[in-house]
């Protein structure tokens, strides 16, 4: 035998002696867990409700570093460049992970390239709503009342590029509607002119609408899920009058892309295992949002079927944020 094969040979052995190295100790050390929000927001609060079972499942701490900032690209950069040994994950939204590359101009990541999908985490409802003052009652009655009088209804949102502000301009597309789009700083604010009639129409998850709803300060028409809502199983479907219409936020979890397959495999059977846990589910319900496991595989799948859903929105729409 040649001695370059000899080499090669050597060196392919201890590379996977390394790899079976690496994971037979990881992890060895606590764990970060990156949200790119402050504390007391929806990432916020999924990640403390299952980073104590992880510990347990990692026999490590696993601690929730709060890194916000710039819409969230502050911590979507940090844990993009994180060191891909497993010992640190990005639990990131929608925003975080298939709208932000196409909404700004320029971001210092690629999602696909740099990041491994682990598997979404939890799927939170939206919900049309308005100001009950408004004669339409139904989907269909908004969108016949929204064309006889163009641009003469408004929209709130949270933000430019956010999911209600992206939700509502894939319903004006696909209705063919011209409801006008007004911007606000958070959902408080945008919620309090709803209810002010202010503006007349506001896409919000369900957490934020059902109490609302229920005490006749707002009008729900629809869920913007493909599924009607627990919370409120009397209000519709989008896709009951516009088919094909199906939009909701979601929590995901993602690892750095080169992290050994060994480790990527350990990291997501651990979290499937604790997603399953039936205290951990009525803790993510009592949120208003949907446990869910998807395997790497289904995930990566999603993420690239969001991602182009989304871009398709803001180009049409001609959106972009600085």
């Known amino acids: 035998m040649k001695s370059s094969s000899k080499l090669w040979i050597l060196a392919a052995l201890i590379a996977g002696s390394a790899a079976v190295a690496h994971a037979q100790t990881f992890p060895s050390k606590p764990i970060r867990m990156i949200v790119a929000f402050p504390p007391g927001g929806g990432t916020d609060i999924v990640a403390r409700i299952i980073s104590p079972k992880l510990a347990d499942e990692f026999r490590q701490q696993v601690i929730v ?7 969230g690209i ?5 844990a993009a460049k994180a060191p891909p040994d497993g010992h640190v994950m990005f639990l990131g939204t929608a925003g975080n992970l298939a709208i932000n590359q196409t909404l700004y101009s320029k971001v210092p990541f690629d999602i696909a390239r740099d990041f491994a999908a682990v598997t979404q985490v939890v799927s939170v409802d939206m919900m049309l709503t308005v100001n009950p003052a408004m004669p339409a009652k139904s989907v269909k009655e908004l969108i016949t009342l929204a064309k006889a009088k163009p641009g003469a209804l408004n929209y709130g949102s949270t ?12 319903f004006n597309h696909m209705a063919e509607t011209n409801i006008h789009h007004v911007p606000y700083k958070g959902g408080g604010p945008a919620m309090t002119d709803l209810i002010a009639g202010h503006v007349q129409v506001y896409v919000q998850s369900v957490v934020q609408a059902a109490g609302a709803a229920k005490e006749g300060r707002v009008r729900a028409l629809a869920v913007l899920g493909p599924k009607r809502s627990p919370v409120l199983p009397e209000v519709p479907t989008v896709s009951e009058t516009i088919p094909g219409y199906e939009a909701t936020n979601w929590y995901g979890l993602v690892i750095p892309a080169a992290t050994p397959a060994a480790t990527h495999r350990r990291i997501y059977t651990d979290v499937a295992k604790v997603m399953r846990l039936p205290e951990i589910r009525d803790s993510i319900l009592a949120q208003g949002a949907l446990p869910v496991v998807s395997t790497p595989e289904e995930f990566a799948t999603f993420l690239k079927a969001e991602t182009a859903k989304w871009a398709k929105v803001i180009k049409d729409a001609n959106i972009r944020a600085e």
């Not at 430019?160 to 509502?168: A, C, E, K, R, Y």
Request: hydrophobic share 30%; no cysteine.
């Open 65 to 71: 570093d709060n890194r916000g900032g710039a819409d």
């Open 74 to 78: 502050i911590g979507t950069d940090l």
């Open 159 to 170: 933000g430019v590029g956010g999911i209600p502000h992206l939700t509502s301009e894939l």
